[in-house]
């Protein structure tokens, strides 16, 4: 069954460093979503992609994090400088196409970051 | 933006009993979607139901139901015959029909035990 790649799985990382993520969606999935998940919490949408243009990245701190999908397939994810507070995980989400129907996300394992 | 409340963080079940989770949001829309997600620990987050707010009837899946109640706002998930591979984090999520994200907004999640 096709699934959504992440990595990594785990990253720590000491504060004012840059750190990476990289998602992979299921393939023919136009619309992919980075969320971030503060422990304890319901998943917080980042940014949103329709092929490769950024649909809505409204909560997205831009001065730190940056996301892009150039091919609009996989999709990378960047903090830089990383401080405290960004200490989560990282969920991405692919779904076949955004309004349609059914509606239904698929979610990856998630890259959890330890922000020292 | 559209609020989406669980106000049971945690709840637990005997082993073949019955579970409702709450949830309830608030929209000033009249078409959009409802959906429940299991997270278990360290996997990925999956589709458990999902309910169409234009469609009266309520959806199952197997053992899982929701109760919609559109004038109330309220999207309650039962679990019948409760497993034990049901413990995880359930969230309750909405996503619109209106706008061109169609991202979805998640609640903070309750924590579903399941006793022997």
């Known amino acids: 069954e096709a699934e959504v790649a992440q990595s990594p799985r785990y990253k720590i990382t000491e504060k004012s460093q840059a750190v990476a993520f990289w998602c992979d969606p299921i393939?023919?999935?136009?619309?992919l979503y980075w969320y971030r998940q503060i422990l304890g919490q319901g998943p917080e949408l980042l940014v949103q992609?329709?092929?490769?243009?950024?649909?809505?990245d409204s909560q997205l701190p831009k001065d730190r994090f940056s996301a892009e999908r150039l091919k609009g397939v996989d999709s990378t994810l960047k903090i830089q400088p990383a401080e405290l507070g960004d200490s989560a995980m990282y969920l991405c989400a692919s779904s076949l196409l955004a309004g349609v129907r059914t509606g239904e996300l698929f979610f990856g394992e998630g890259s959890r970051l330890t922000v020292l | 933006a559209q609020t989406v409340t669980q106000s049971q963080p945690e709840m637990s079940v005997q082993e073949a009993e019955t579970v409702t989770l709450s949830c309830t949001y608030d929209?000033?829309?009249?078409?959009?979607?409802l959906f429940w997600y299991k997270q278990p620990p360290s996997r990925q987050m999956i589709l458990v139901i999902r309910q169409e707010a234009y469609k009266q009837q309520n959806a199952t899946e197997n053992r899982f139901s929701v109760n919609f109640q559109k004038a109330a706002k309220s999207f309650s998930l039962k679990i019948s015959d409760s497993q034990l591979g049901d413990a995880a984090m359930y969230f309750c999520a909405y996503r619109s029909d209106s706008n061109s994200g169609y991202a979805l907004n998640f609640g903070k999640g309750t924590s579903l035990l399941v006793t022997p």
């Open positions: 393939s023919g999935h136009a619309t």
């Open positions: 992609f329709q092929d490769e243009s950024v649909v809505d």
């Open positions: 929209t000033s829309e009249s078409d959009y979607y």
